[in-house]
Structure formats: C-alpha cells, structure tokens
C-alpha cells in the first residue's frame, strides 16, 4: 500500500537559518505532491505542487525539489522566521485524490 | 468572506448522540470533501462529493453519512457517537478532480464523552 513518510516529527532552527524539511514515500508514482502549512486550531492552506516533470519549483522563500527516482521531496524555507512556525504536511495523488502525511512541526527560534 | 466555512467549531456530546456538521463554500468548486484528523494528527479522507455525486466513500463506519443539497455544501451526519469518534473534522473543496488543490475548512473538534 502507498505509504508517505515525513521522517521529522518536530525540527527546531534558528531563525535566519535555512529549514529543510523531508518528504518521503513508497509503493507509488504520483503525478503530483503537494506541501500545506497547518497551524494550531486550523485547516492546513495550500503552499506548493510540484509534478513528477518538474525538479524543484519556489515561490517567495519557499522551495520544493521532487525526486522520483529517490521517491522524496525536499521542502526548504530559507531566512527563516518565527512566523514560520507550524507544521507542514506533504501530500501524494493517490489512489484517493490526495493521500497525506503525518506532518513535521516546525518551531523556528529567535 | 471565508471560502470554506463549517459548522459548529466545536461540538461536545454523549456516547449514542447523532450529530451534524455543516460546509459551505463560496469558490465555485465542483468537489468538496470531508477528512478527519486524529490525534495522532494523521489527515485521512473520508468522503468526496462531485457535483452533489458521492465519488469517494472510504472505509468509515455507515454511522456516518454525508449529504449533498447542492454543490456548494456537504454536511456529515454521525449516527450512535462512539468515543472512537473523537477528532477534528476538516471539510474542504477543490476546482477539479485533476490536481486536487485543497482548500479546507477550519475543522470541527468533536468530543465524546
């Protein structure tokens, strides 16, 4: 069955820094991945897709590399602030229309 | 305006008590979705609704079902509550079925007691 690992449960950084956050998944070849932000008491919003033809995709700070020979993505958000604290999930066409991770809460430090 | 809105935020309720949600959204979207997330924060689908057509129906007890009065809304019905049911339940919608960008709702925390 698909399976989607998002191997950090929680990453702490320093503000400034660059937080890099892990995307991994097995048994499929999705067409597309997706990241959402999701904070406390909310529903995750939409940041980024990126397709299977694509390398790396960004938007503002943001950056999304998908390699689908090593079935992983790579979420990076450089110059990081406290505001970016929050728990980002990636998520896989599948065989629903969307298959989710469990997430990696972030806490940037000032 | 909120895009997608559902109703109430919260609930707190019995064992055996029947239960609804509500979701609307003002996007103009054909699809609209229930998912529930546990605490184990795990974001799971439950249901998809297509132009008031029930495209997806995971593996949930029939003690939950979703209604379509059109296809701006899609409210859950939740028969006989059992404390398993606890969770926070997500409403969203999508333009169209091919990239499934999701636009939630700010969930629902059900609790039973």
């Known amino acids: 069955s698909q399976k989607i690992e998002q191997n950090s449960e929680a990453l702490n950084i320093q503000e400034g820094k660059t937080a890099t956050l892990t995307c991994n998944y097995t048994?499929?070849?999705?067409?597309?991945l997706q990241w959402y932000r999701q904070d406390p008491g909310r529903g995750p919003v939409f940041l980024l897709l990126i397709r299977e033809n694509e390398k790396e995709k960004r938007k503002e700070r943001l950056k999304v590399t998908f390699d689908t020979t090593l079935k992983q993505s790579l979420f990076h958000i450089t110059a990081s602030q406290p505001a970016d604290s929050a728990t980002y999930l990636c998520a896989l066409e599948g065989n629903t229309p969307l298959v989710f991770g469990k997430g990696t809460r972030l806490s940037v430090i000032a | 305006d909120t895009a997608v809105s559902q109703t109430p935020k919260y609930l707190v309720t019995q064992m055996g008590n029947d239960k609804s949600i509500k979701c609307e959204q003002n996007?103009?979207?054909?699809?609209m979705y229930w998912y529930k997330q546990d605490s184990k924060k795990f974001l799971k689908i439950m249901f998809s609704?297509?132009?008031?057509?029930?495209?997806i129906n995971e593996t949930v007890p029939n003690r939950f079902s979703p209604k379509s009065p059109d296809k701006a809304h899609l409210n859950l019905h939740i028969n006989s509550l059992e404390l398993g049911d606890s969770a926070v339940y997500f409403c969203?919608?999508?333009?169209?079925?091919?990239?499934?960008?999701?636009?939630f709702g700010a969930g629902t925390r059900l609790s039973v007691l």
């Open positions: 048994n499929y070849s999705p067409a597309y």
């Open positions: 996007l103009g979207h054909d699809t």
């Open positions: 609704y297509n132009n008031k057509e029930l495209i």
């Open positions: 969203a919608s999508s333009l169209d079925q091919g990239e499934n960008i999701q636009y």
